[in-house]
């Protein structure tokens, strides 16, 4: 199995994943626009051929990334598929300087296995949630804020702050 970089031919066996756990209720649907628009943010797992699994990591903020759109084939679930793409997010993340990375997300016993804490939803910028503003679940949210440290990068001392929200 290879983890890589997301090409454009992906994309229809991206949202073929994303929209079978999102008919679910396992997480928010994304449009072809959204991921064609987002492409540079995915990775995926694939193997023969077949995209097994895929994932995000979206900049929010200087010092701040997402990691998100995780879904992984059920046929490829258990076999360490997520955690390689969560891995992949966070190399990238180390890579380009982001010190902290966040989810918000259903699979909690998930991201405790890949370092990431329980946090307050609070502990985000406003601009966090100019997402989270156009789902539908916006009011009665039960997804739950996670965020880890990402190793060996120190957040600079003087950063910008990020803008306030609406």
Known sequence: MEIRKAFIADVPAIEALISHFADRDRML???LSELYENLR??????EEGQVLGCCALHLVWADLAEVKSLAVSETAQG??????????????AAQIGIPRVFCLTYEVQFFTRCGFR?????EFPRKVW???VRCPKFFDCTEVAMS?????VVA??????PPEGP
């Open 41 to 46: 943010d995915f990775f995926v797992a694939e």
């Open 29 to 31: 649907h994304r449009s």
């Open 156 to 161: 600079a001392r003087s950063m910008p702050r």
């Open 130 to 132: 100019s997402e989270c």
């Open 148 to 152: 880890r440290e990402v190793p060996g």
């Open 79 to 92: 076999k360490g598929v997520g955690r390689r793409l969560v891995e992949a997010c966070l190399a990238e």
């Open 118 to 122: 329980v946090v307050d939803r609070s």
